[in-house]
């Protein structure tokens, strides 16, 4: 601001709040009960850790380390669906039923095996040799094995056990291996399905991840732990940043910053465009006050400091910095030390905006 025109306003505000008037008319002269009525509370100002800011825009995205994909290992057929998208499941939850010939095939061997292993352990070692025990062990071990690495679970392979050779059809479920919502199911019923092709998507959307854009510069000075506030439908979020990317976009020449924000309420679904605010890990004290200290009179930021007399306080011009975490910074007009009214500045304002109009 240009000195000359800062000295001006200066005189302005203090001519308004100076109005010739006997004390007893002063406005910004009161009592202890009308300081306690207005909730004026005085505190001295000092210098205070202000963080430095970055504001950029972000696409909320899922939380890969959160996210879950469900795929067969084996070659199958799609037999009935049991979860649909948009469904919440719980881990262990049934979402599809599938049948395999190579299913089928071990299904079969592991009941023959359990019931050769069986006789044999029933005559023990000393009526078997030694070879023949072994061999018999590690033909149920490696057929139970297998349906394992198929993707059956202990309690489907127990069901065989109990049903015998009539369970030995083919048939298995997909199990979800941990809770999520389920935001893609591309298959149909009676589709042939290949290995490792995704069925479903389970996503937990207790958190989500922002990708925020910055320019290379002020991505440097981005560190992992910064607190971050996420604009979006009108509110603020608090999240914190885990990951900054060590390569610049080359279209975008951008650097992305990877925040992850708490979603228990539900409120950020990805795609969506938000605003992120970093607060950077900055040490630099600086003058400030509270936001709501800071009103405006014509038009220039004002802050009532108290005068010497007991009751008296005067409406002093400042220039003001950025205002982060409910914090303005004050660059010119009031030096560390002063007391100034913290709370009740807007009923002070009040009071002098009224004696103005001629207002008792």
């Known amino acids: 601001m240009n000195v000359r025109l800062f000295a001006i306003l200066l005189c302005l505000v203090s001519c308004a709040a100076h109005a010739a008037h006997e004390p007893a008319d002063d406005p910004l002269t009161l009592d202890a009960a009308a300081i306690r009525d207005a909730g004026i509370v005085i505190e001295s100002l000092t210098p205070r850790v202000v963080a430095d800011e970055v504001n950029a825009p972000g696409e909320v995205r899922v939380d890969a380390y959160n996210t879950l994909l469900v795929s067969p290992r084996v070659a199958s057929q799609v037999v009935s669906r049991r979860a649909k998208l948009g469904d919440v499941v719980a881990a262990g939850d049934t979402l599809v039923v599938l049948s395999s010939v190579d299913v089928a095939e071990t299904q079969g061997r592991l009941v023959v095996a359990t019931q050769d292993w069986n006789r044999v ?49 083919g048939t298995f479920e997909l199990v979800a291996p941990g809770p999520g919502r389920v935001t893609t199911d591309a298959f149909l019923v009676g589709e042939r399905i290949e290995p490792g092709r995704t069925l479903f998507t389970l996503v937990s959307e207790s958190s989500v991840w922002v990708e925020a854009r910055l320019a290379p510069a002020a991505a440097e000075q981005v560190k992992e732990g910064d607190a971050v506030v996420v604009v979006a439908h009108g509110s603020e979020l608090p999240g914190k940043v885990i990951q900054r990317s060590h390569q610049t976009d080359e279209k975008t020449r951008t650097v992305d910053v990877r925040i992850q924000v708490d979603n228990e309420n539900d409120l950020l ?87 103005q109009l001629g207002e008792h």
């Not at 009526?127 to 490696?142: G, K, T």
């Not at 394992?148 to 109990?162: C, E, H, N, S, V």
């Not at 679904?269 to 509270?290: D, K, N, W």
């Open 269 to 355: 679904h990805p795609g969506e465009l938000v605003e992120a605010r970093i607060a950077l890990a900055s040490q630099v004290r600086r003058l400030a006050v509270p936001a709501d200290a800071i009103v405006l009179l014509q038009n220039q930021p004002t802050l009532f400091v108290r005068r010497a007399k007991p009751g008296q306080f005067e409406a002093v011009p400042v220039r003001t910095g950025d205002t982060r975490g409910g914090w303005t910074e004050i660059r010119e007009g009031a030096k560390a030390g002063t007391a100034y009214v913290s709370k009740g500045a807007f009923a002070l304002k009040a009071r002098l905006l009224r004696s």
């Open 121 to 169: 352990a029933a005559l023990g070692k000393r009526a078997v040799s030694a070879r023949r025990y072994n061999e018999a062990l590690i033909e149920r071990d490696q057929a139970r094995a297998r349906l394992r690495a198929y993707g059956l679970t202990d309690a489907q392979i127990a069901r065989l056990f109990r049903r015998g050779s009539a369970a030995a059809d």
